[in-house]
């Protein structure tokens, strides 16, 4: 039994390190998604072609936004600029780049690996202990759907990040946050790739020449 606890407890505490930040460092946080909207069919310079609302994670971040009263990040890519800005409880952090000034634009889709490698150190440990004998049925059927529930989060979260840099390439101005389903749509990875395909060819168009990148329409396509 004493194995059994102990494997209990490397896991539960790994998975309290990770959502503490004991792992690596997200430089840009995770919000939860509120609106995506897609439309490449816009070919003004200054008509937006992407443009995300996301808000912080937590019943009380939710609260605020039900009460109207809460902090939205927003990314917007033009045909001209980008702007990102990231709202927290402690301020606002505003970035606003031409896309001739970009040299990388980035996304990223990651996994919960913790929740992969804690179900399975407590299905391990359920296991063990069985065959020790130091457990009854009815202790390993819960063990069991505690170590189901933290492979079952694996399975259904993604993380999916947008970003941009300038000069300094590693640092990174952009928006992270759950795949999920609003306004009808499924935001997933995608729908992330499609949209930064689209997003990278019109940075790219922006530091041709204009005689040499002509901004042709694009058959109408909304995400």
């Known amino acids: 039994m004493d194995i059994l606890y102990s494997l209990i407890a490397l896991a539960l ?3 309290f390190l990770r959502r503490r930040g004991g792992g690596a460092v997200n430089v840009i946080p995770t919000l939860r998604l509120q609106h995506y909207i897609f439309t490449p069919q ?3 310079p200054k008509g937006t072609i992407l443009e995300i609302e996301a808000i912080q994670p937590g019943f009380i971040a939710r609260v605020m936004n039900w009460l109207g009263i809460g902090i939205v990040s927003t990314l917007r890519v033009t045909n001209s ?3 990102v800005s990231l709202s927290r409880f402690s301020g606002t952090e505003h970035f606003v780049a031409p896309l001739v000034d970009l040299r990388a634009a980035s996304a990223a889709v990651n996994k919960p690996a913790w929740a992969l490698w804690v179900g399975v150190a407590i299905i391990a440990g359920d296991i063990l202990g069985l065959l020790a ?7 390993m059927v819960f ?3 505690v170590g189901g529930l933290f492979l079952f989060h694996y399975y259904r979260t993604s993380r999916l990040l947008i970003a ?8 990174h101005q952009g928006i992270a946050f759950k795949a ?3 306004n009808g749509q499924d935001i997933n990875q995608a729908v992330l790739i499609a949209t930064m395909h689209y997003v990278n060819r019109t940075i790219v168009k922006a530091h041709l020449p204009d005689s040499l990148a002509p ?8 995400i």
């Open 143 to 145: 063990i069991l759907i």
């Open 42 to 44: 816009v070919t003004d």
């Open 164 to 171: 941009f840099s300038t000069s300094e390439v590693l640092q």
């Open 133 to 139: 004998g130091e457990i009854n049925f009815g202790g």
């Open 180 to 182: 999920r389903r609003v």
């Open 13 to 15: 505490g790994y998975w």
């Open 81 to 83: 600029e980008i702007r």
């Open 215 to 222: 901004m042709t329409p694009q058959p109408a396509e909304r």
